[in-house]
């Protein structure tokens, strides 16, 4: 059909000179430029499968709730002056004192333990004559609770591992690698290099390690990378925290048991340079503010985990009062953070989307039991001393520990009320943190080809008596108190378990957070699972979302524990099954 936009009418006599003109009419077309809509086209049915699942994944809000579990075990006992402290213990000893107190002496002191209530999750009551006690805030005397994300790392901390075997101490720094002590064996013929880590190795046969030795600046027989023969030394569980090498005639000088260094693990020795592990600590960054926490007690919740009391009659207290005393239990309580944590823009401390949330929970004892004043590197006091897995014994206390120590200290603000007013008398609690404070966390690996960051050593807190108001019965120059894990994970999103490879002309959509191999001449990455898929391995998260956030769910074990323990213990015995009457 023709355009009638180019029509041209043109007289006959224009066209030629023995035409004639004449009438010509046109056809007016009834075209127009609009038309009426089909139903379908203004009427479409959502798939409300599909939406919602749209929404699920470009959310990025999330609130955290969850269990706290609170197992404790009370074994520190001590003796007191303080009234308030000496009308309010657990009595190990109330005959003695009470024919000591007699007639009523102020200086007489009193045995026992501090109660449960000083040590769980939300006290129930004050210490009488001490401290006004507020009901709303139960649960924020002993402990206060955040959310915090590691969004950094500090390579240079100081650290320490004392090897009661070999009887040694080696002093590194984080990035120096995993502590470890030498010694020197003969398994099926071989002669072997034995490397007993502070903490696992996180290495496999055939892989190879980067030694760093301070008293062989140029390593084993004038080498410093060797390959890993195998893992363990034939005592079970011990493939988790030693290796071997074979013992290519070093020089019995550098072989020396006893002799103590630091390793990095090397997954690739043709790229060794790319493929070799960084170590470093965790910095956690907080997310929320104390009263962004609600926490209450599970009315309905018993676990096995039995409850010791006892009646104090009034004639063996030191105020004539009778009363019931607990001195260890185990409560169950529930908490919400009324506070939507969005993390959106939030990077880890590799670069990474953040795939993990922490609940962070730090000791405050606003009581006045413990937390005697420290001095840290700048200069400031504080009261709780960190540390890490290998920071414990099977038969002493590490002096890693002490409390004098400047290296074993984290950025919690202590601070203190005098009481009574104008008696010189000083108390020391931990300070509550705020958004955006910074504290220590875990000792990791990373391992940039890999992809995968690796936690080598979880890090503790620990809490001391102040020795001023409450003397325990420890041993001299062994710090006492308890000590917990601060940092609880609580998975948001999982990274898959295999590494991607590609290059920007053939790949697309390469992720932003994808590293760089110069050797590879690629770009590696994992890919992040979408929300609610969960892959054969169980990797995955699938947590409720309404209104817009997601909302994960957390149950904590949360132990107090006393610092003389170990969790490495090496043994060749295996214990054999029973035999019931059906064998």
Known sequence: ???????????????????????????????????????????????????????????????????????????????????????NLYYTNAIANATANTPPNPSVAWEGYPQFDEFTIARDTTVPGHRIFIPKSSTTYNWSTYVSYAYSSD????????????????????????????????????????????????????????????????????????????????????????????????????????????????????????????????????????????IVQAGFENNPFYKKSKLEYSA??????????????????????????????????????????????IERGYMGWFNPPAITQTGSQVGLDVGWGFNFLKNSVDTWWDHTSLSNKDNIPLNSYEQPAGSGQYFYYNDFLKVGDVIKGDFCEYNYMEQEEYLISPMYHKYSFNQSY???????????????????????????????????????????????????????????????????DGLGVDYPFINGAHYPFKSLLFLQKPIQRTNKVNTTLINQPANDDCE
């Open 316 to 361: 063996l207290t030191p105020n004539q009062v009778q009363r019931v005393s607990t001195k260890e239990g185990s409560r169950s309580f529930t908490f919400t953070f009324n506070k939507d944590i969005s993390i959106n823009g939030l990077k880890d401390n590799n670069g990474k989307p953040i795939t993990e949330l922490f609940v962070t929970t």
């Open 470 to 536: 409450f003397y325990d019965n420890s041993a001299l120059n062994f710090p006492s108190g308890y000590v917990y894990e601060p940092h609880s994970s609580v998975p948001i999103r999982v990274f898959s378990d295999y590494v991607e490879y590609g290059s920007k002309e053939n790949v697309d959509n390469i992720p932003v957070y994808a590293w760089y191999s110069q050797y590879e001449d690629t770009f590696v990455w994992r890919d992040l699972y979408t929300y609610g898929f969960i892959d054969g």
């Open 1 to 87: 059909m023709s355009n009638e936009n180019e029509i041209l009418i043109v007289l006959g006599s224009k066209r030629y000179a023995s035409n004639s003109d004449k009438d010509v009419w046109i056809q007016a077309p009834l075209i127009g430029d609009r038309r009426t809509m089909v139903e379908g086209d203004r009427s479409v049915t959502l798939n409300l499968a599909e939406q919602f699942d749209t929404e699920r994944q470009e959310s990025d809000v999330f609130r955290l709730s969850g269990k706290i579990t609170n197992i404790f075990n009370n074994v520190v006992s001590g003796k007191t002056t303080y009234t308030p402290y000496r009308n």
């Open 155 to 294: 390579t240079q901390q100081q650290m320490a591992y004392t090897s009661e075997d070999f009887n040694v101490t080696n002093n590194f720094i984080a990035s120096d690698g995993i502590p470890f002590v030498i010694s020197t064996d003969t398994f099926n013929g071989k002669n072997l290099v034995y490397f007993n880590c502070g903490t696992k190795h996180n290495l496999t046969a055939g892989q190879w390690v980067e030694l760093n030795i301070p008293s062989n600046p140029t390593g084993l027989g004038g080498k410093s990378v060797f390959q890993v023969y195998d893992v363990g030394n034939g005592n079970y569980g011990s493939e988790i925290n030693v290796f071997s090498i074979f013992n290519l005639k070093f020089p019995t000088t550098q072989t020396t048991t006893g002799t103590f260094g630091t390793f990095k693990r090397i997954s690739n020795i043709q790229n060794s340079g790319e493929t070799k592990s960084i170590y470093y600590v965790r910095l956690h960054k907080v997310l929320t503010n104390p009263e962004d926490c609600n």
